[in-house]
C-alpha cells in the first residue's frame, strides 16, 4: 500500500509568518538548482551577518578586552569559508534533496536570529546561529522528508571529515593561517552536524528518525567521532 503523502509548508515547523516571506498563491513546483531573486538576498544577507559574526568570535571580541583590528579583517576569509561550508552547503543540500522529489524550496532567513547572533557575537565573542532555514511547500512522504533531513547534517559530516584528513595530514601546524582555516571549517561543520542531529523541536534528528532511527544513530555516532577528533587533535579546540 503507497504511503500516504502529507502537506508540509515549512521544513523546520516554523510557521512562514515568522519569516514573513513566504509567498502566497500557486507556487510553481521546485526545479533542481532554481534559486529566485527573493532568495538569493536571503542568502546574502544570512551570510553577510554570520560572516562578521564568527569574525567577532575568532577575535575573541567582547566589549571588556575590545578587539583587534587588523586581527578581525584577517578572520574575515577564514569566517566566510566557515559560512559558507557550513551553514550555506547545509541549507542548500536540504533544498536541492527537496527539489529532487518536486517540491517548491527556498531558503528564508529568520531577522530575529540572525540579530541575536550578531547581537551576542559583539557583546559577548559568542555566537549561537539560527540564520533561517529551508522552506518547502508540497506533498511528501516520512522517507522523502526523512532524506530531505538527512542531507543537510551528511553534507557537513563529509566536509568535516575531508577537512580533518587536510588540517591533520597536509596543513597541521596550528600557527598557519591555512591550517587555522582547515582546523575552523572542520569544526564548524562537525558542530553544525551534531547539533541538527539531536533528537528534539525542529532540529533534522526528529524527521530522521521518524523516517529511519539506524540512519540517525550511524549519522550522530559518526559526527560526536568527528568532534571527538577535533578535540583531541587540533589544537585550537583542545
Known amino acids: 500500500m503507497a504511503e500516504k503523502r502529507k502537506v508540509y509548508t515549512s521544513f523546520h515547523d516554523i510557521p512562514p509568518r515568522e519569516y514573513m516571506y513566504f509567498p502566497k498563491g500557486v507556487i510553481e513546483m521546485g526545479k533542481p538548482g532554481r534559486f529566485s531573486k527573493t532568495e538569493v538576498i536571503h542568502i546574502l544577507i544570512a551570510m553577510t551577518v554570520l560572516t562578521i559574526a564568527f569574525s567577532f568570535a575568532l577575535t575573541n571580541f567582547n566589549l571588556i578586552s575590545g578587539f583587534d583590528i587588523d586581527a578581525l579583517i584577517s578572520f574575515i576569509p577564514i569566517a566566510f569559508l566557515g559560512v559558507l561550508t557550513a551553514f550555506f552547503v547545509h541549507e542548500l543540500s536540504h533544498k536541492f534533496m527537496a527539489q529532487k522529489y518536486g517540491l517548491w524550496s527556498e531558503f528564508r532567513m529568520y531577522p530575529k536570529g540572525l540579530m541575536i547572533a550578531l547581537f551576542l557575537s559583539f557583546f559577548t565573542g559568542f555566537v549561537f546561529a539560527a540564520p533561517g532555514a529551508v522552506m518547502f511547500q508540497g506533498k511528501t512522504r516520512p522517507f522523502e522528508t526523512g532524506k530531505i533531513a538527512a542531507a543537510g547534517p551528511s553534507a557537513n559530516i563529509v566536509i568535516a571529515a ?3 584528513s587536510l ?3 597536509v596543513f597541521f601546524e596550528e600557527t598557519s593561517n591555512i591550517g587555522q582555516m582547515f582546523g575552523f571549517i572542520c569544526f564548524i561543520n562537525a ?3 551534531t547539533f ?18 539506524t540512519v540517525w544513530i550511524i549519522l550522530l555516532i559518526i ?6 577528533l577535533i578535540f ?3 589544537p585550537a579546540f583542545s
Open 167 to 169: 588540517y591533520r595530514f
Open 191 to 193: 558542530i553544525l552536524a
Open 223 to 228: 559526527a560526536i567521532i568527528l568532534l571527538m
Open 232 to 234: 583531541s587533535y587540533i
Open 162 to 164: 575531508i577537512m580533518f
Open 196 to 213: 541538527n542531529l539531536l533528537p528534539f523541536g525542529p532540529l533534522d534528528g526528529v524527521k530522521i528518525i521518524r523516517w529511519d532511527a
